[in-house]
C-alpha cells in the first residue's frame, strides 16, 4: 500500500519572499523556464530563496510521459525559440554567475533531440562568460551516440549529467516505455569515452517499491561504466495522478547509501530524503574538483550545502 503522509524530515518552507519573488519575475520577462517550477521540486522555496535555479531549455513540453515527472508532456511538433541560447547565456553573464546547471525536456520530435540547440546554448554560455562551470543535464536522444558526441564535443560541458532515476526492474512502471537503464548507461559510458577527463554524473529516487539491494546494485551498474558523481534523494508524488509513494525512506537509510557509494568508488554522493539531481551540494564539490572554490556551509544533517547567487 502506497503511503501519502509526509514524515517530519520531509516539511519544507512554502515558496515565498522578495528572492524567489524577484526570481520568478526575472524568468517570465526573457522567457526562460526552470525544471524546479515544472517539477515541482520541493526545494524551491529553500534554493530560490537563496538565489539558486536550474534553466530548462528547448520549452516546457516534454515528448516523453514518465509516471514520476510533472513536467507537461505532448507534441511540441518542432518548435522551439532560436533566441534561447542567447536570452540565457545574456541572463546568466548579467548575474556574475560561476556555475550553472542546464537541463532540457526530451525532444523525440527533433532529429537530433535537440542536441544542437543544446550545444549552441552552453557555446552561447561560454562566449558571454569564458569562465564559468557548465553541468549540463541531458536525456538520452533516443541513444544516438552521435548526439551525445554533439553535446559533449561542441557543448564542452564541464559535467555531463544523465539520470537512470530508478533501478533496473522499475524501470517501465516509473520512466516513459521509451526509456531504459540500457540506454541511459550507454549514454553516461559514451559522453564518459569521448572525453575521460569530463565528470559524470546521475540520479535515482527511492521510495518507489525498490529494495535496498537493487539500489546497490543500480549504483553499481553506474560505477561499472564510471560515473563520477551520484546523488539520490526521496520520490515525492507531484499530483495524485502520478505514481503513489510506497515507502518514506528514512535519513538513516541515505545515510548508508551514501557511505556504500564512496565505498563503491563514486567521487562524490549526495543522499538525502531532499536530494535532487541538481543539488547544491554535489554543485559545491564539482566546483572544488574542477578548480572553482565557494562559499559552503554545514547544516544539522552535517551535509554542506554551497550559498550560490542565482543561477537561471
Same mark, same amino acid.
Given at each position: 500500500m502506497a503511503h501519502e503522509r509526509k514524515p517530519e524530515w520531509l516539511k519544507v518552507r512554502a515558496p515565498g519572499g522578495e528572492r524567489y519573488v524577484h526570481i520568478k519575475e526575472t524568468l517570465r520577462k526573457y522567457d526562460l523556464h526552470t525544471v524546479c517550477e515544472e517539477a515541482h521540486c520541493p526545494n524551491v522555496g529553500e534554493c530560490w530563496g537563496e538565489g539558486t535555479a536550474t534553466i530548462m531549455i528547448l520549452g516546457d513540453t516534454c515528448t516523453r510521459g514518465c509516471r514520476f515527472c510533472a513536467v507537461t508532456t505532448g507534441n511540441p511538433r518542432g518548435a522551439y525559440d532560436p533566441r534561447e541560447p542567447e536570452h540565457t547565456a545574456r541572463t546568466i553573464a548579467a548575474m556574475g554567475l560561476d556555475y550553472v546547471v542546464i537541463t532540457m525536456v526530451d525532444r523525440d520530435d527533433m532529429i537530433d533531440g535537440g542536441a544542437a540547440h543544446t550545444a549552441e546554448t552552453l557555446r552561447a554560455i561560454r562566449r558571454a562568460s569564458p569562465k564559468i562551470l557548465i553541468e549540463a543535464l541531458v536525456g538520452d536522444y533516443q541513444g544516438a551516440l552521435g548526439d551525445v558526441e554533439t553535446v559533449v564535443n561542441e557543448g564542452r560541458p564541464d559535467v555531463f549529467a544523465h539520470n537512470v532515476e530508478t533501478v533496473e526492474r522499475l524501470q517501465r512502471s516509473v520512466r516513459d516505455a521509451r526509456c531504459s537503464i540500457e540506454r541511459s548507461l550507454a549514454v553516461l559510458e559514451h559522453a564518459k569515452r569521448v572525453r575521460p577527463t569530463m565528470y559524470t554524473k546521475s540520479s535515482i529516487m527511492v521510495g518507489l517499491g525498490e529494495t535496498h539491494d537493487e539500489v546497490l546494485a543500480c549504483m553499481r551498474q553506474l560505477r561499472a561504466v564510471d560515473v563520477d558523481v551520484l546523488t539520490l534523494g526521496q520520490y515525492l508524488r507531484p499530483?495524485?495522478?502520478?505514481? +503513489?509513494? &510506497?515507502? @518514506?525512506?528514512?535519513?538513516?537509510?541515505?545515510?548508508?547509501?551514501?557511505?556504500?557509494?564512496?565505498?563503491? =568508488?563514486?567521487?562524490?554522493?549526495?543522499?538525502?530524503?531532499?536530494?535532487?539531481?541538481?543539488?547544491? +551540494?554535489? &554543485?559545491? @564539490?564539482?566546483?572544488?574538483?574542477?578548480?572553482?572554490?565557494?562559499?559552503?556551509?554545514?547544516?544539522?544533517? =552535517?551535509?554542506?550545502?554551497?550559498?550560490?547567487?542565482?543561477?537561471?
Open positions: 499530483t495524485p495522478k502520478h505514481l +503513489a509513494v &510506497e515507502r @518514506f525512506v528514512t535519513p538513516e537509510e541515505f545515510a548508508e547509501y551514501r557511505a556504500e557509494g564512496e565505498a563503491m =568508488g563514486f567521487r562524490y554522493v549526495a543522499s538525502g530524503p531532499l536530494v535532487r539531481s541538481s543539488y547544491k +551540494a554535489a &554543485e559545491a @564539490f564539482l566546483r572544488g574538483a574542477l578548480g572553482r572554490t565557494s562559499p559552503t556551509t554545514t547544516s544539522d544533517d =552535517g551535509v554542506k550545502r554551497l550559498h550560490l547567487p542565482v543561477v537561471l
